[in-house]
Structure formats: structure tokens, C-alpha cells
């Protein structure tokens, strides 16, 4: 095992978490395979440190295992659903530390688009008229804690109400519970309709107030957009350079992992360890 030298790293209770939720390993399996030849603690302290620095998998650090090694774990898992699994435990777990049940029954849902790297094809990008990005758009559905259910991901010239009615599908068919979904205004018109209809979903759209210039709360929107902003703390996601989009959707999985990793073995409330708000103050108990 290399000695943990990166902030990305697991500590020992993060990796706990982790470990006990991905799939065995072939060679304890009946049907058996070769051995592993790194371990997979190693493994995933490489896809956090890609997801969280930007860098190239070809630019991996050299303690890490091989840049294939770690890819091919990370397009392995995304075929088998063990990323979305690992995200559903732990906002499971979350709401229950937070005394809710754990599995959510309202939800809101906006989308990002951003720009794409010379890697995406032309089939998998589009242009985004509204924000002026030629790209892709990711859409997130969130619990009302801003715990993420549902990434999807699509070229930016598909409007968010067509490519609603495929992540609302997907959304009913994964957590059949949830019973009503908050949005902006793009949401609105025949789609909620179609939601009703279809669905049983109930989709609320939250419409700005008018007579109101610059940047305002609105009422629900503002749990999504804070979950986009803590998606963006990872560096990979100021652009997307996957080839596949299931590879993107799952990069942006994983930094919702490490978040609430983080957030569950995180030791104490935050304190200060000088006066409150002197320059000096130094923050601990932080992830």
C-alpha cells in the first residue's frame, strides 16, 4: 500500500464506508478470476484524485496504480451501477443521521450546462442557445437536503423539458416514492401534464418574482443549484472531457460521493480555534 500523501485521499473511516459496498472481487467469486494486483483502496484514491484535480488519466501520479488499471475499475463499475449504488446508501444514510426517512418523497431538479473538451464527439454535444455554450448539460434531481438521486447528462442543445421526461422516467422507475418535484419555469407547460399523467409526479414550478432584477433566493430552486456549486468544487466538472457520457455522469457521482463521505465521518461540529471572525481564526472539524 502507498502512504497516503494527497488530500483527495480516503481516510481509514471514509474508505470503510466504501469498501463493504463494492462488488466482490472475481476471485472470491464460484466462478473465480486472477487476483487483483493493486488494491482497490489505491484505486479509488486515483479516481478521486482525477475527479477532484482535473487532471489527465494519462497524468496520474506515479504511486498510483497504472492510468489503465484505474480507468478500467472506473468504466467497470459505471457498466455495473456500483457508483449509483454507493450514492444511494450513503444519502440514505445521511437523512437518517438527520432524523428523516430514508428515502426521499420530494425532490427538485434544474440543469448545468457546460463547455466540452475537443475529446466529446459531435454526437454527444450540442449548442445551448440560452447560455451561448456549445457542450453538454447535466441534469440533477435532489432531495430537499440537496443529497443528489438522479445525474443525467445530454448534449446542450436538448431543451430541459425533452430531456425531463427521461430523467423523471428513470427517476420513477429507481425511487418509485417520490411523489412531487419542484423546478423553474423551463419545467413548466405540457410537461406537467405529461408528469401527472404518466408519472403520478407532481412537477411545482417555482417562477421568479416579477419586478425583480439581479440575483434573488427562490423558495426550493436554491437547494439544486447549491448541489451544481458543490459538483463545480470538483475540477474535472468545469468542463466535460469524457468521450462517454456515462463515463461523465459517473465522475460527477463520484464527487457526490467523496462529498458525503466526507460529511458522515466528519469528526465534531465546526468550531473556531481562535475568536470568531478574526482573520487568523483556523476552522476545524472541516473535511
Known sequence: MRQGCYPTDTTDTEWALIEQLLPIPACDTVV???PEKHPRREIVDAIRYVVDTGCKWRALPADFPPWRTVWGFMARWA???TVNQIRDHLVSRIRRELGKAPRAVATVIDSQSVKAAET?????RGYDAGKKINGRKRHLVVDTRGLPLMVMVTPA????RDA???ILFRLRLTHPEITIVW???????KLVTWAKRRLNLTIKPVSRPKDTSGFIVLPRRWVVERSLAWMMHARRHARDYERLIQHSETLITWAAVTLMTRRLTREGPRTRSR??????AELVGQP
Do not use: I
Open 32 to 34: 473465480g478470476g486472477r
Open 79 to 81: 457498466a455495473a451501477g
Open 120 to 124: 466529446v464527439s459531435r454526437a454527444t
Open 157 to 160: 442543445s436538448l431543451s430541459d
Open 164 to 166: 425531463a421526461k427521461e
Open 183 to 189: 423546478a423553474d419555469s423551463a419545467y413548466a407547460g
Open 275 to 280: 475568536t470568531a471572525g478574526s482573520p487568523d
